[in-house]
Protein backbone atom coordinates (compact mmCIF):
# COMPACT_ATOMS: atom_id res chain seq x y z
CA UNK A 1 0.00 0.00 0.00
CA UNK A 2 1.10 3.29 -0.42
CA UNK A 3 -0.83 6.31 1.79
CA UNK A 4 1.05 8.59 -0.93
CA UNK A 5 -2.55 7.64 -2.86
CA UNK A 6 -4.84 8.47 -0.18
CA UNK A 7 -6.64 11.27 1.72
CA UNK A 8 -8.04 12.85 4.98
CA UNK A 9 -11.82 14.15 3.79
CA UNK A 10 -13.21 17.03 5.84
CA UNK A 11 -14.60 20.90 5.58
CA UNK A 12 -12.64 23.78 5.97
CA UNK A 13 -14.80 24.35 9.02
CA UNK A 14 -14.99 27.96 8.67
CA UNK A 15 -16.65 30.49 10.73
CA UNK A 16 -18.39 32.71 7.58
CA UNK A 17 -20.10 28.92 6.12
CA UNK A 18 -23.65 28.20 6.79
CA UNK A 19 -23.65 25.49 9.60
CA UNK A 20 -26.91 23.59 9.78
CA UNK A 21 -27.13 21.43 12.97
CA UNK A 22 -30.10 18.34 13.63
CA UNK A 23 -33.22 18.58 14.97
CA UNK A 24 -33.72 15.81 17.71
CA UNK A 25 -30.76 13.53 16.51
CA UNK A 26 -28.37 11.67 19.36
CA UNK A 27 -25.05 10.58 19.13
CA UNK A 28 -26.11 7.60 18.14
CA UNK A 29 -28.11 8.02 15.51
CA UNK A 30 -25.75 10.62 14.71
CA UNK A 31 -23.12 8.29 14.26
CA UNK A 32 -25.54 5.45 12.43
CA UNK A 33 -25.75 8.20 9.89
CA UNK A 34 -22.29 9.00 9.38
CA UNK A 35 -21.77 4.98 8.57
CA UNK A 36 -25.13 4.87 6.48
CA UNK A 37 -26.86 2.77 8.96
CA UNK A 38 -30.49 4.19 8.66
CA UNK A 39 -32.07 1.76 11.26
CA UNK A 40 -34.69 3.74 13.48
CA UNK A 41 -33.95 6.73 11.88
CA UNK A 42 -36.91 9.31 10.58
CA UNK A 43 -36.60 10.58 7.38
CA UNK A 44 -36.17 13.23 6.33
CA UNK A 45 -33.99 14.64 9.08
CA UNK A 46 -34.44 18.46 9.85
CA UNK A 47 -31.51 20.67 10.11
CA UNK A 48 -31.58 24.33 11.33
CA UNK A 49 -29.07 27.11 10.47
CA UNK A 50 -26.82 27.84 13.77
CA UNK A 51 -24.54 29.85 12.51
CA UNK A 52 -22.42 31.87 9.21
CA UNK A 53 -23.86 32.32 5.91
CA UNK A 54 -22.15 31.29 2.92
CA UNK A 55 -23.54 28.15 1.44
CA UNK A 56 -21.18 26.27 0.13
CA UNK A 57 -20.64 22.72 -1.58
CA UNK A 58 -20.45 20.61 1.89
CA UNK A 59 -22.16 21.86 5.37
CA UNK A 60 -20.73 21.31 8.52
CA UNK A 61 -23.61 19.85 10.96
CA UNK A 62 -22.09 19.88 14.65
CA UNK A 63 -21.12 16.55 14.25
CA UNK A 64 -17.63 15.55 13.07
CA UNK A 65 -17.81 13.67 9.97
CA UNK A 66 -21.90 14.34 9.80
CA UNK A 67 -21.98 16.37 6.23
CA UNK A 68 -24.67 17.80 3.61
CA UNK A 69 -23.64 18.29 0.40
CA UNK A 70 -25.58 20.14 -2.59
CA UNK A 71 -26.97 19.32 -5.43
CA UNK A 72 -23.54 20.49 -7.56
CA UNK A 73 -21.40 17.63 -5.25
CA UNK A 74 -23.94 14.64 -5.68
CA UNK A 75 -23.91 15.22 -9.66
CA UNK A 76 -19.60 15.69 -9.55
CA UNK A 77 -20.29 11.96 -7.38
CA UNK A 78 -22.69 10.39 -10.27
CA UNK A 79 -20.70 11.35 -13.08
CA UNK A 80 -17.08 10.38 -11.80
CA UNK A 81 -19.23 7.35 -10.76
CA UNK A 82 -17.03 7.66 -7.39
CA UNK A 83 -18.24 4.76 -4.68
CA UNK A 84 -18.45 4.58 -1.14
CA UNK A 85 -21.20 7.01 -0.22
CA UNK A 86 -24.97 7.26 -0.42
CA UNK A 87 -27.55 9.97 0.52
CA UNK A 88 -30.15 10.14 2.74
CA UNK A 89 -33.26 13.22 2.56
CA UNK A 90 -33.31 15.96 4.64
CA UNK A 91 -35.07 19.25 5.31
CA UNK A 92 -32.29 22.14 5.99
CA UNK A 93 -34.10 25.91 7.10
CA UNK A 94 -32.35 29.27 7.82
CA UNK A 95 -32.77 30.87 11.19
CA UNK A 96 -35.89 32.78 9.65
CA UNK A 97 -37.99 29.45 8.57
CA UNK A 98 -36.80 29.87 5.30
CA UNK A 99 -36.03 26.27 3.65
CA UNK A 100 -32.76 25.78 2.10
CA UNK A 101 -33.24 23.94 -1.12
CA UNK A 102 -30.64 21.01 -2.36
CA UNK A 103 -28.98 19.91 0.20
CA UNK A 104 -28.91 15.97 0.97
CA UNK A 105 -27.52 14.03 3.85
CA UNK A 106 -24.35 12.23 3.07
CA UNK A 107 -22.91 8.95 4.89
CA UNK A 108 -20.11 6.77 4.06
CA UNK A 109 -20.34 2.72 3.06
CA UNK A 110 -16.73 2.17 2.32
CA UNK A 111 -14.82 0.15 4.88
CA UNK A 112 -11.35 -0.91 5.42
CA UNK A 113 -9.20 -2.55 8.48
CA UNK A 114 -8.35 -0.35 11.62
CA UNK A 115 -5.58 2.72 11.43
CA UNK A 116 -2.48 1.08 12.45
CA UNK A 117 0.00 3.50 14.05
CA UNK A 118 2.95 1.05 14.18
CA UNK A 119 3.55 2.09 10.79
CA UNK A 120 3.47 5.75 11.69
CA UNK A 121 6.89 7.63 12.00
CA UNK A 122 7.50 9.23 15.41
CA UNK A 123 8.69 12.71 15.18
CA UNK A 124 9.22 15.32 18.38
CA UNK A 125 8.39 18.94 17.78
CA UNK A 126 9.28 22.07 20.05
CA UNK A 127 5.55 24.09 20.55
CA UNK A 128 7.06 26.17 23.01
CA UNK A 129 10.63 28.17 23.08
CA UNK A 130 11.30 26.50 26.35
CA UNK A 131 9.17 23.71 26.67
CA UNK A 132 9.79 20.04 26.49
CA UNK A 133 9.36 18.45 22.93
CA UNK A 134 6.00 16.85 21.76
CA UNK A 135 5.73 13.18 20.57
CA UNK A 136 4.14 13.34 17.04
CA UNK A 137 2.95 10.00 15.19
CA UNK A 138 3.48 11.11 11.26
CA UNK A 139 1.46 9.22 8.24
CA UNK A 140 -1.79 7.71 8.88
CA UNK A 141 -2.00 4.19 7.75
CA UNK A 142 -5.02 1.94 7.95
CA UNK A 143 -5.92 -1.51 7.43
CA UNK A 144 -5.76 -2.43 3.35
CA UNK A 145 -6.34 -5.96 3.62
CA UNK A 146 -9.47 -4.96 4.76
CA UNK A 147 -10.34 -2.11 2.64
CA UNK A 148 -13.18 -2.64 0.08
CA UNK A 149 -11.76 -1.20 -2.27
CA UNK A 150 -14.47 2.07 -2.51
CA UNK A 151 -13.45 5.47 -3.31
CA UNK A 152 -14.95 7.05 0.02
CA UNK A 153 -14.16 4.64 3.11
CA UNK A 154 -14.04 4.87 6.85
CA UNK A 155 -11.32 2.88 8.65
CA UNK A 156 -13.36 0.32 11.26
CA UNK A 157 -13.56 1.59 14.68
CA UNK A 158 -12.99 5.57 13.63
CA UNK A 159 -15.49 7.85 12.20
CA UNK A 160 -11.97 9.53 9.78
CA UNK A 161 -13.07 9.79 6.56
CA UNK A 162 -10.82 8.53 3.54
CA UNK A 163 -10.47 9.01 -0.11
CA UNK A 164 -8.71 8.01 -2.96
CA UNK A 165 -6.67 10.20 -5.43
CA UNK A 166 -9.72 9.76 -7.49
CA UNK A 167 -11.93 12.11 -5.08
CA UNK A 168 -9.51 14.39 -4.85
CA UNK A 169 -9.32 14.73 -9.24
CA UNK A 170 -12.75 15.04 -9.48
CA UNK A 171 -13.44 17.08 -6.83
CA UNK A 172 -10.34 19.76 -7.38
CA UNK A 173 -11.66 19.70 -11.17
CA UNK A 174 -14.98 20.54 -10.18
CA UNK A 175 -13.83 23.08 -7.57
CA UNK A 176 -16.21 21.83 -4.76
CA UNK A 177 -15.91 24.18 -2.05
CA UNK A 178 -15.73 23.88 1.50
CA UNK A 179 -13.58 20.88 1.16
CA UNK A 180 -10.43 20.47 2.87
CA UNK A 181 -8.04 17.63 1.59
CA UNK A 182 -4.48 16.17 3.65
CA UNK A 183 -2.31 13.12 1.91
CA UNK A 184 -2.04 10.55 4.94
CA UNK A 185 1.28 10.52 4.54
CA UNK A 186 1.37 14.43 6.00
CA UNK A 187 -1.05 13.67 8.74
CA UNK A 188 0.60 14.12 12.27
CA UNK A 189 -1.22 12.59 15.50
CA UNK A 190 -0.26 13.88 18.85
CA UNK A 191 1.32 10.87 20.62
CA UNK A 192 -0.73 11.18 23.74
CA UNK A 193 -4.21 10.71 21.47
CA UNK A 194 -2.33 7.90 20.07
CA UNK A 195 -1.54 6.48 23.06
CA UNK A 196 -4.76 7.30 24.87
CA UNK A 197 -6.66 4.96 22.10
CA UNK A 198 -4.29 1.99 22.42
CA UNK A 199 -5.00 2.10 25.60
CA UNK A 200 -8.59 2.04 25.63
CA UNK A 201 -8.31 -0.76 23.00
CA UNK A 202 -6.16 -2.82 25.81
CA UNK A 203 -8.57 -1.92 28.56
CA UNK A 204 -11.33 -3.40 26.11
CA UNK A 205 -9.63 -6.59 25.44
CA UNK A 206 -8.92 -7.51 29.15
CA UNK A 207 -12.06 -6.91 30.61
CA UNK A 208 -14.02 -9.29 27.08
CA UNK A 209 -11.85 -11.67 28.32
CA UNK A 210 -11.45 -11.36 32.06
CA UNK A 211 -8.18 -10.62 32.24
CA UNK A 212 -9.03 -7.51 34.66
CA UNK A 213 -9.27 -4.00 34.70
Known amino acids: MNIKDFYSFGSKLLSTTFQAHAENL ?5 HNLILGVFDNIDFPVVFRQEYGKKLTDMLDTGFVSLFLISDKM ?9 TGWKTYPVKVYDKKGNEVEDYHGFSITGRSGPINYDKSEIIEKQLAPEGPPSKYYKGRYFGYEKWDGSDFFIPEGTFYIIVTKKVVQAFKKAKLTNIRFECLTDIETMGIIVEQTLKNKKSIIKRLFGLGK
Not at 26 to 30: G, I, P, Q, V
Not at 74 to 82: A, D, G, S, T, Y
Open 26 to 30: TLDKS
Open 74 to 82: LRVLKENKI
